[in-house]
C-alpha cells in the first residue's frame, strides 16, 4: 500500500517536473512512510512518484517507480496483487529467460504488462490498485485503477501540465493548482455526504472510476477512457439454467470467500482484522482464524452509550473463535476530539459520521499490525441493507399502483413526525421480530413514504440515498448536478439497487472512508468480500438466496452458523454510527454556531444562511432531527476554514 503522484508538463524543465513530483508525494508520505522515490523520462517531460508502504518483498527490490527489465515501460503502483505468486509462476513459464530481481508483487505486474499487455494483465489480476504506466516507447500514459475503486486515483490539468495522484493533497502541492470549487459537486456532496465519481470537489480536477483505464498521448493530446472489466458483462456472468442447489451453491461459496481470505493474509508484515461483532466481519475473521495456528489479531471499537455499542458481541465473537481481541471503549470526548482532524484526513469534504469511529478502530490496529481485513462489501454484494429489502419487496409491488394513489399514500405516512415514529416504535418494539428491527425508525419511515412516488428504479435509488433531496436549493450560484447513473443490470429491483451501490456508494463513501482513516495512520486495509471472483458468483447466486423472508445476506448467515450460535448471527444491524443528533444539541453546539455564524457563510458565498438557520432552529427545538444535513454543512465548513481548500 503507497501513494503514487506524477506530473507532465510540455514547457518545464526536467529538474523542475521532478522537483514537482517530489513534492506532490511528499504530501502524501503518510501513505508509505517507508520509502520513497522519483524518476523522469530522459526524452519526455514526464515525472513518477512513489511513497512505499513495505508490506510484500521488504527489500530495495520493491523500490518504485520501477522499470521493466527490457526499459520500456515505468510504473508507480498503490495496492496488492493477491494472486501474484500464480502470476509469477505463469510468467516464468512463458519467459523462461526472465530472472526476478525480487519477490515483490510490483515486478510481477510489470513483466505481466510487458508480456500480455495492460488490459489482458488487469484482467488476471485478482487485487486492489491504483497504478500509472509509462510507455516510453509509444508515448503515452496509463492511468488504471481496480474494478470497485478501492484504490483512490485522481487527475486533471494545471494549466498546460496534466497531474495525478492518490489524494488531493498531492495534486494541491503543484504550484499552479486552481482551487476553483465546482458548485454540483458541491450539492451532491450535501445530498449524499460524499462527491461521487468522476467528479471531485474541484473544477478541474476528476477522479478515474473504478475497473477504468485512462490513456493520454501527449504528442496528439488524445485522452481516451476504456473499460477493463464489468458486471453486467453477458459473456461472462450467465444466469444458471440448472436447478437451484442451495447446499452445493452455499459450499462454492464458501470455498471462494476462504480462497480470497487466504490469498489476501499473505504479508511478510503482521495482519490482523477488524471485528465488529456483526455477521460479515465476523464470517471474515472466522475463516481468517481457520488459516492461523495462533490466535489472530482482532480489533473492535466501542462505545459508552449502549445504543451504539456492539463490543459485548465482538467480545463473544472473539472468545468462541478464539482471537486475540484488542478493544477500545471510546468515550464521547475521544469522539469529539478526532473531528477536529476529520478535514485532514479526507482532504475532499466527506460526511459520512462513521467515519469518527473508522479512524479510531484504525488507529488502534496499528500499534499491533500492519494489515487489517475488514468485513466491507458484504452488504453490497449479498443484499444486505434495507434498501434492497425494500425494493424486493414492498416497492415492487407499490410501483405496480397508479401514482395518483401512491402520493396520497406518502403524503399519510409522512405526516406523524420523525420524533413522534421513534416514541411509537419504542412502545411497540418488544412485539417487531428480530429480522424487522431498526434503529432510527422515524427517519427510515419517512424516507420509505418518499420512495412511494418515484417513479423507476433509479429515482427509487437517489431517493433512498439521498440525505437531502433538495440540497441544490441551499447552494449559491448558476450549477448543474450530475445526476447520471451508470446502466443499470439485474433481473430484480433488488439485483438492481445492489448493482448501483457497487458502483455508486461502496466506492464514494464506504472503500473512501476506510483508505483514507486506514492510510492516515500507515495501515493497510484488504476486502476479501470484493474479491471479483466472489462477487462475481454471488451475481449469478439466486436473489432467494441473498434476501430470503425478508432477511438480507441470507448465505452468509448460513455459512456463519458452521461457527457461530445463531443468538449472535440473527439480530439487528447497528451500523457504526456515533450520536451527531444530541451532540449537536449539547456536546458540538459551540463548535457548530461558530461554523453555521451568520457572517461566515455570507462571506464563503457557497450557501443561503437562511436555509441553514431554519434548519438548525428546528433541531434544536428537538422536534425534528436534521444532523444529516447539518452535519454534512459542518463538514463542508470544516474543511472549507482548515486551510485545505
Not at 13 to 21: K, L, V
Not at 532 to 559: C, D, S, T
Request: glycine share 6%; charged share 25%; with cysteine.
Amino acid at each position: 500500500m503507497c501513494g503514487i503522484a506524477g506530473v507532465y508538463s510540455p514547457n518545464k524543465t526536467r529538474e523542475n517536473i521532478i522537483h514537482i513530483a517530489s513534492d506532490m508525494v511528499s504530501a502524501i508520505a503518510y501513505r508509505g512512510p517507508d520509502d520513497s522515490g522519483v524518476w523522469a523520462d530522459k526524452n519526455t517531460n514526464i515525472a513518477l512518484s512513489h511513497q512505499r508502504l513495505s508490506i510484500v518483498d521488504l527489500s530495495s527490490n520493491g523500490h518504485q517507480p520501477m522499470s521493466s527489465s527490457c526499459s520500456r515501460y515505468t510504473i508507480v503502483f498503490n495496492g496488492e496483487i493477491y494472486n501474484h505468486y500464480f502470476l509469477r509462476k505463469k510468467l516464468i513459464e512463458s519467459n523462461t529467460q526472465y530472472s526476478f530481481r525480487g519477490n515483490s508483487d510490483t515486478e510481477v505486474l510489470l513483466l505481466a504488462i510487458a508480456t500480455w499487455g495492460l488490459n489482458a494483465a488487469l484482467q488476471r489480476c485478482e487485487g486492489m490498485f491504483a497504478i500509472a504506466l509509462w510507455d516510453c516507447l509509444d508515448k503515452k500514459l496509463f492511468l488504471a485503477r481496480d474494478r470497485f475503486g478501492e484504490k483512490p486515483l485522481y487527475y486533471g490539468n494545471v494549466g498546460r501540465d496534466f497531474i495525478f495522484g492518490s489524494e488531493l493533497k498531492a495534486l494541491k502541492a503543484h504550484p499552479d493548482f486552481d482551487d476553483n470549487l465546482d458548485r454540483g459537486s458541491i450539492t451532491n456532496f450535501l445530498r449524499y455526504s460524499y462527491i461521487p465519481s468522476p467528479k471531485s470537489i474541484y473544477s478541474n480536477i476528476s477522479k478515474l472510476e473504478a475497473a477504468n483505464i485512462l490513456c493520454i498521448d501527449f504528442e496528439k493530446n488524445v485522452k481516451t477512457i476504456s473499460s477493463y472489466w464489468s458486471l453486467e458483462d453477458p459473456t461472462e456472468f450467465k444466469k444458471r439454467d440448472e436447478p437451484i442447489d442451495k447446499s452445493l451453491i452455499l459450499n462454492e461459496l464458501h470455498q471462494k470467500l476462504d480462497d480470497a481470505v487466504s490469498s489476501q493474509i499473505i504479508a511478510d508484515v503482521p495482519v490482523g482484522a477488524f471485528l465488529s461483532g456483526g455477521v460479515d466481519s465476523s464470517l471474515i475473521v472466522a475463516l481468517m482464524q481457520g488459516h492461523s495456528n495462533k490466535p489472530i489479531n482482532t480489533f473492535s471499537i466501542g462505545f459508552t452509550d449502549p445504543a451504539y455499542d456492539e463490543s459485548e458481541y465482538a467480545n463473544e465473537v472473539s472468545k468462541r473463535l478464539g482471537t486475540k481481541h484488542t478493544q477500545l471503549i471510546v468515550s464521547p470526548k475521544e469522539l469529539l476530539d478526532v473531528i477536529p482532524r476529520i478535514s485532514d484526513i479526507y482532504d475532499e469534504p466527506f460526511a459520512d459520521s462513521s467515519q469518527v469511529p473508522t479512524f479510531l478502530v484504525c488507529n488502534l490496529a496499528r500499534k499491533d499490525v500492519k494489515v487489517v481485513l475488514s468485513g466491507d462489501g458484504g452488504d453490497e454484494v449479498f443484499g444486505g441493507y434495507n434498501r434492497h429489502r425494500w425494493a424486493d419487496n414492498a416497492w415492487s409491488r407499490m410501483s405496480n399502483l397508479p401514482i395518483w394513489l401512491r402520493q396520497s399514500l406518502s403524503t399519510i405516512i409522512s405526516i406523524p413526525s420523525e420524533q413522534r415514529i421513534n416514541k411509537i416504535y419504542s412502545i411497540i418494539e418488544f412485539l417487531i421480530p428480530i429480522r424487522y428491527k431498526m434503529r432510527l425508525p422515524g427517519e427510515k419511515i419517512h424516507k420509505v413514504s418518499r420512495s412511494l412516488s418515484q417513479l423507476n428504479i433509479k429515482d427509487l435509488y437517489q431517493c433512498l440515498t439521498s440525505l437531502w433531496e433538495q440540497a441544490d436549493d441551499i447552494v449559491l450560484g448558476n450549477h448543474e448536478v450530475d445526476n447520471s447513473f451508470p446502466n443499470i443490470y439485474g433481473n430484480s429491483n433488488a439485483e438492481q439497487m445492489m448493482f448501483l451501490d457497487l458502483g455508486i456508494y461502496l466506492p464514494g463513501d464506504i472503500l473512501t472512508k476506510v483508505d483514507r482513516a486506514s492510510m492516515s495512520v500507515g495501515l493497510e486495509a484488504r476486502v476479501p468480500f470484493l474479491n471479483h471472483n466472489v462477487v462475481e458468483f454471488a451475481w449469478n447466486m439466486p436473489l432467494e438466496m441473498k434476501i430470503y423472508n425478508g432477511q438480507g445476506k441470507w448465505a452468509l448467515r448460513q455459512l456463519l452458523n458452521k461457527y457461530l450460535p445463531s443468538y449472535l448471527i440473527n439480530r439487528p444491524k447497528m451500523g457504526f454510527g456515533v450520536p451527531i443528533d444530541s451532540w449537536l444539541r449539547n456536546e458540538l453546539f459551540e463548535w457548530s454556531l461558530e461554523l453555521l455564524d451568520e457572517n461566515l457563510i455570507r462571506s464563503d458565498g457557497y450557501f443561503k444562511y437562511e436555509e441553514i438557520k431554519k434548519i438548525w432552529l428546528e433541531h434544536q427545538s428537538g422536534k425534528y432531527n436534521h444532523h444529516h444535513k447539518l452535519w454534512n454543512i459542518l463538514m463542508f465548513q470544516t474543511w472549507l476554514h482548515s486551510g485545505k481548500s
